[in-house]
């Protein structure tokens, strides 16, 4: 029987890779025949009553409801300023700044990629900065590679810590964290610590493989030329992550995203202007691109991304106004082993973000016509991973929830975590990054990734005896560097630059460079583990 439990509790994860795989073929008909799979053995095997079954879907399909909304919504505002020529102006500006390629894409591939992670999150500042190093020439399929590395070097903070929570934020009412921890939050921030940490090591190296592949490999210059720019690369990524290390420590892990990202970006043009650290001989494209100069002002240019950055750490500043709002909770008194869903959408990224693309287009004096295309563009990529999406919430909260089946209290994901933890026990130090890239793997996230592995992590560490806080530093960073085969900013990055050819090959730079992350993870987690 327990061999038999063993099996069904890990049809959702088979399920989920099957979900992967309709991502990339955009075939809704697997995603249906993944989620009977999934229905079928909740009821046959795993012994679920039906009722509870429904239940439980219809709660992922709420839980899809704001990641949606959010895509819709970020990239509404995103849109918007695109049809308003903001990205361009910013284009242009860097151009003027300095033609060196390297220089660009650190500026906008990795560092203005962290400002709009931070910010947006859910992979769209990949679709943002591959369209702006596309128009400075870059090739299209480089331009969502580099991308996709900026989005992995700051998604340690800011927003990923999202996920984190919304996986373990029940925690607290099951008493897990007994007299260790007086919250999830408490956890959460001291997690954040840890991860802040182990990023010196691990996500110094985004920063250094964009310049290595921008240099070498996508433009065949030499090692010399590439070395030449590790000086500038080096102090500029300290900067990023010394910065979000104190905010975390000192403020909260929730700003340690923004703050530091626009200080970067600060003292890079800063050091660019005074040649502080820059090469004397700057590597060009052998056909320059030409740039007109843009119809809009630098104070209109700057002007949505200042408002939104204000209006976010307002946000931050009044955060127990909007934890008040969230709040506002549905109960289902028949099933008490539910976790209240709550009302997030009121102050999700995704409203405040297409508040402000109405808000943008009143300022720039838009066109219906621009309204039009915004809106059908914007349809079209949502029909081609919402049902997709749908589908893996569904799975997700199945997984993490389905108590009162054949093992009683335990839902599948507690169950697999006990029998995973009395097997493996201390050597879960070096796998449990490789598992946090899985979840963001089959998931097509580090948001979701998390959501699905996090409670998972934290129930192995505490069977295992092993520091919880340590393994799940090891979690969220393991999630959030495997950002570089999150499959839906490829996918959407690939539909706006009309290049369906990005997703497999940027998909088999990002998996090598996943599985060396993980590696030094895995390494720095053993060590912490055996000294702390």
């Excluded at 990339?24 to 509870?52: A, G, H, Y």
């Excluded at 290595?212 to 080096?234: E, G, H, L, Q």
């Excluded at 102050?347 to 309204?371: A, H």
């Excluded at 879960?428 to 990734?449: D, E, H, K, Q, R």
């Amino acid at each position: 029987m327990e061999s038999l439990s063993l099996v069904v509790s890990i049809i959702p994860l088979i399920a989920l890779f099957g979900l992967f795989i309709s991502l990339l073929r955009k075939d809704p008909v697997i995603t249906l025949f993944m989620l009977i799979i999934v229905w079928v053995s909740c009821v046959f095997l795993w012994e679920l009553p039906i009722e509870n079954v429904i239940v439980l879907s219809v709660r992922g399909i709420y839980e899809s409801v704001v990641p949606l909304w959010t895509v819709f919504g970020t990239l509404f505002f995103v849109f918007t300023l695109m049809k308003a020529s903001v990205f361009d102006a910013l284009t242009y500006y860097v151009h003027n700044l300095t033609p060196d390629i390297r220089l660009q894409s650190l500026l906008i591939g990795v560092f203005f990629a962290s400002l709009l992670q931070s910010l947006f999150g859910y992979g769209i500042p990949v679709v943002v900065c591959a369209l702006m190093l596309y128009a400075l020439n870059f090739d299209k399929k480089h331009s969502i590679f580099i991308s996709l590395l900026g989005t992995a070097f700051c998604s340690s903070f800011g927003s990923f810590s999202n996920g984190l929570s919304s996986s373990i934020g029940g925690l607290t009412s099951s008493n897990i964290f007994g007299a260790v921890f007086s919250s999830a939050e408490s956890y959460i921030s001291n997690v954040s610590i840890i991860t802040g940490l182990l990023s010196y090591f691990v996500n110094m190296m985004f920063p250094l493989l964009a310049l290595y592949f921008v240099t070498v490999r996508f433009n065949k210059c030499s090692i010399k030329d590439f070395k030449a720019m590790i000086p500038f690369t080096v102090t500029t990524s300290l900067i990023y992550l010394s910065s979000s290390t104190v905010l975390t420590y000192f403020v909260s892990y929730k700003l340690a995203a923004v703050i530091p990202s626009m200080l970067t970006i600060l003292v890079s043009i800063y050091m660019i202007k005074n040649n502080i650290m820059i090469p004397d001989v700057a590597i060009r494209r052998k056909t320059d691109v030409e740039m007109d100069k843009p119809s809009i002002s630098v104070f209109n240019m700057l002007f949505p991304f200042a408002l939104f950055t204000i209006f976010s750490l307002i946000l931050q500043i009044i955060e127990p106004l909007g934890e008040a709002l969230k709040k506002v909770v549905i109960d289902f008194p028949a099933y008490p082993y539910l976790p209240g869903a709550s009302f997030q959408l009121l102050t999700s990224p995704g409203t405040i973000c297409f508040l402000f693309g109405l808000l943008m287009i009143y300022f720039y004096r838009l066109k219906l016509d621009d309204v039009e295309q915004i809106t059908e563009k914007l349809t079209e990529l949502l029909h081609n991973i919402a049902f997709q999406l749908v589908g893996i919430c569904i799975v997700i909260v199945i997984f993490t929830s389905s108590f009162g089946g054949v093992e009683g209290s335990n839902s599948m994901s507690m169950y697999l975590s006990d029998q995973t933890g009395l097997f493996i026990g201390s050597l879960w130090g070096m796998i449990s990054p490789f598992v946090a890239a899985l979840g963001t793997l089959l998931t097509g996230g580090a948001n979701m990734g998390d959501m699905l592995f996090a409670r998972f992590q934290f129930d192995i560490a505490a069977i295992s005896n092993l520091n919880t806080q340590i393994i799940g530093a090891s979690q969220q960073l393991g999630s959030a560097v495997a950002s570089v085969i999150g499959i839906f900013p490829i996918i959407i990055a690939s539909e706006v630059l009309y290049e369906s050819d990005a997703v497999k090959p940027t998909f088999k730079k990002g998996l090598a460079i996943t599985v060396l992350s993980c590696s030094m993870i895995g390494i720095l987690t053993m060590l912490l583990l055996y000294f702390v």
